[in-house]
């Protein structure tokens, strides 16, 4: 049973551009959870989705970011504009049901020059 | 909202010896408090979570204890081995509505010393 899988694990962004960080989560969950880190911090939750709805965001930045999960496919955070405080490690968990056992992601290392 | 507090924020100690983290929470009404551990360049893995209804788990070298009256929760790990190095990260969640995501400490950088 594959993991919880994000791509790409490392992303180059020139401030102003856009970035995409895609989360597909453990087979037979449909329970997303994204969160950011910092260097030398603990991680901050952003948003909690479930397949086509968002059920808290209330972490999340009130401009440039936003978060779905189709239908198909996977999650999609998305930061546009992004900025150099933007730059960050953002993970994404899974789990079978609301509030249950939280499973990882590698995470997406994010740059902005 | 949550305020999770972890200490300490490095921890050494020798191969073989014990090592515990100390984690406190101001939401009484937190009910699950996992934790993880993460590894240089990856992502947080759990190693044990423990439930309001319960004050101690242990899993082979880890264990978790909860003090709700208290509002703090502990990670042991004895025994210690140079794998078990690694940032430890204690985590709660409640699960009465509002935010439903994890709330983090700021982690522990455990350093086990040959």
């Known amino acids: 049973n594959a993991g919880v899988m994000q791509n790409p694990r490392h992303l180059v962004r020139r401030r102003g551009q856009e970035a995409r960080l895609r989360c597909s989560p453990m087979k037979g969950h449909s329970h997303v959870y994204w969160y950011r880190q910092l260097p030398e911090e603990g991680l901050k939750f952003m948003v909690y989705l479930q397949k086509e709805n968002i059920i808290d965001e209330s972490g999340m930045p009130k401009e440039r970011f936003s978060a779905e999960f189709p239908k198909e496919g996977p999650s999609i955070l998305r930061i546009q504009q992004v900025v150099r405080g933007d730059s960050a490690a953002y993970f994404c968990?899974?789990?079978?049901?609301?509030?249950?056992?939280?499973?990882f992601g590698p995470g997406t290392r994010l740059l902005v020059l | 909202g949550e305020n999770v507090e972890q200490h300490p924020s490095t921890l050494s100690v020798q191969e073989g010896d014990s090592a515990v983290i100390k984690c406190t929470y101001s939401d009484s009404a937190s009910n699950y408090f996992p934790w993880y551990k993460q590894e240089l360049g990856k992502g947080p893995q759990l190693i044990i979570d423990?439930?309001?209804?319960?004050g101690e788990k242990k899993d082979q070298r880890i264990a978790v204890t909860l003090n709700k009256t208290a509002k703090h929760f502990s990670l042991h790990i004895t025994e210690t081995q140079p794998e078990d190095s690694a940032v430890y990260f204690c985590a709660v969640s409640y699960s009465g509505g509002g935010a439903d995501g994890l709330t983090f400490g700021k982690g522990t950088h455990l350093i086990i010393q040959p």
């Open positions: 423990i439930r309001s209804n319960v």
């Open positions: 968990a899974s789990s079978p049901q609301v509030r249950e056992t939280q499973y």
